[in-house]
């Protein structure tokens, strides 16, 4: 049994369940919304629920304008989650899991410590990345790193109309995480898995296993086959792998 949409704009509300006990939720990686986690429903059984974040500036909230604060983003999503009823486990990737981590430390000071956290593709939170500033490039330039960052079908940028109306939002995203300085704070104590893939030149696992140092839980990762976006490849066993590390939970 579904519950009916709420006016919350944070979250796709489609595949929640009155029946879950805890709550998943998946950040998106620069460029990215809660669509791209939309396929991971249908190996969602259960108490746990698939909640995929939509942040502003993009799908259904398009018209609202896109945040390059991360810190005020982390402030707000911390504040919608802590008022749920079910338990948090928070999954991000690339740019998704250093919005997740700081999400993370921000329920931890409000007494609502998350159960797990999971973590693709991108190095750990004192590593900065990119090396350089790419969001203020010129048009062209910034289409190519794109390209090269491969988070959007090649389709997309065939149509220099679309590319307009997305270019606000991605330029956003890119200035937020490159402007990103992990800030002093606790340490996690929720358990944190890692997977990252093993041809990511900007990710190899000596930047990934750092990870485990932000918490004193336990820490695991994984290497699988793949680019900066395996986890398009891999999101059936990553899914699998979730699930299994919280039924000890």
Wanted: hydrophobic share 45%; glycine share 8%; aromatic share 10%.
């Amino acid at each position: 049994m579904s519950i009916p949409q709420t006016t919350a704009p944070w979250f796709d509300q489609r595949f929640r369940s009155v029946t879950a006990t805890h709550s998943l939720y998946c950040f998106p990686f620069a460029g990215g919304s809660a669509t791209y986690y939309a396929a991971w429903e249908k190996y969602f059984t259960g108490r746990i629920e698939l909640v995929p974040v939509q942040l502003p500036g993009r799908g259904a909230r398009m018209a609202e304008q896109p945040v390059s604060d991360l810190a005020g983003l982390a402030d707000d999503l911390a504040e919608v989650i802590a008022g749920e009823p079910t338990e948090t486990v928070l999954f991000g990737h690339s740019m998704g899991a250093i919005l997740a981590f700081e999400v993370a430390r921000r329920l931890k000071t409000a007494g609502r410590p998350v159960r797990h956290l999971f973590v693709t593709g991108r190095p750990a939170p004192p590593i900065v990345r990119p090396r350089e500033p790419v969001s203020d490039l010129p048009r062209a330039e910034f289409i190519e790193m794109l390209r090269d960052y491969g988070a959007a079908d090649n389709a997309v940028f065939e149509h220099d109309d679309l590319l307009d109306l997305l270019m606000p939002m991605l330029r956003a995203d890119f200035s937020m995480i490159e402007r990103y300085r992990m800030a002093p704070g606790p340490q996690l104590s929720c358990p944190v898995t890692a997977w990252c893939g093993d041809s990511d030149p900007g990710v190899p696992p000596s930047a990934m296993a750092p990870w485990g140092e932000q918490t004193s839980g336990a820490f695991a990762l994984s290497v699988l086959p793949g680019g900066h976006f395996f986890l398009t490849e891999h999101h059936a066993r990553i899914v699998r792998e979730a699930h299994a590390a919280l039924r000890g939970v």
